[in-house]
């Protein structure tokens, strides 16, 4: 099957809007939108007990307080911790959410996705698998395609193999010689690369191998403009409205 075409916005919003609201919360995902984004970026990774939720670390200690590892944390237990109080007292009370919960939202605000699967060590087909049976069964049709992304090889094929019309993003912190036979071998349609680390060189080679190159995280503006100028096609941020204005300057 092939894969379905994917057309990224200059902007996506980082794990919602991470400057603004609790990172990868529905509160995130409301204000991205409400400052102007059109797509957001979040974390899927699974709960002890195998539900797919928001969430970046491997812990849960630094946005909710407790010193435990998710994957050994039920997603009752979960649902019970606060995941907003961390950021300002504004937000406290709001929850971590499942991933069909921010799918709801996303249907709701009109965003598209770039969705990245962040497994706990071990779990990176099993993630994959949650992930791509969410998206079958919930995903919008009124919105744009989501972007699958990962830093495992492991996951991004697992993807590939079950759902291979979703496109496929591979996350490479340094572009390294090797980047474009990794890619090829997870038949990824783009590189997301962190911004701060690209040598012009690497995008040219990027580019002209044929791939969407996306760049994170940029809250610099200078910066945001330079890698445009270099020929990266999207910008992750988490202040959208501060990028967006830059690069519309």
Known sequence: MPVAPLALPRLIAHRGAATYAPENTLASLHEARRRGATWVEFDVKLSGDGVPIL????????????????????????????????????????????????????AEEGLGANVEIKPCPGREVETAMAVVSVLRRQWPPELPTPLLSSFKD????????????????????????????????????????????????????????????????????????????????????????????????
Request: proline residues 4%; contains cysteine; aromatic residues 4%.
């Open 154 to 249: 492991k996951a991004l094929t697992a993807c590939r193999d079950a759902a291979p019309e979703l496109p496929r993003a591979l996350l490479i912190d340094a572009l390294a010689d090797r980047w474009q036979a990794r890619a090829e071998a997870v038949d990824a349609v783009g590189i997301n690369t962190n911004g701060k680390k690209l040598a012009a060189s690497r995008a040219a080679e990027v580019k002209a191998a044929g791939y969407l190159l996306s760049a994170y995280t940029i809250n610099d503006p200078p910066l945001a403009q330079a890698l445009l100028a270099m020929g990266v096609d999207c910008i992750i941020t988490d202040s959208p409205d501060l990028i967006d204005a830059a690069i519309r300057a």
């Open 55 to 106: 969430m970046h670390d491997e812990s849960l200690k630094r946005t909710t307080g407790l010193a435990r590892a998710v994957a050994q944390t039920s997603w009752a237990e979960i649902q019970q911790l606060d995941a907003g109080g961390w950021k300002r007292a504004a937000f406290a009370g709001e929850r971590v959410p499942s991933f069909e919960a921010a799918i709801a939202c996303l």
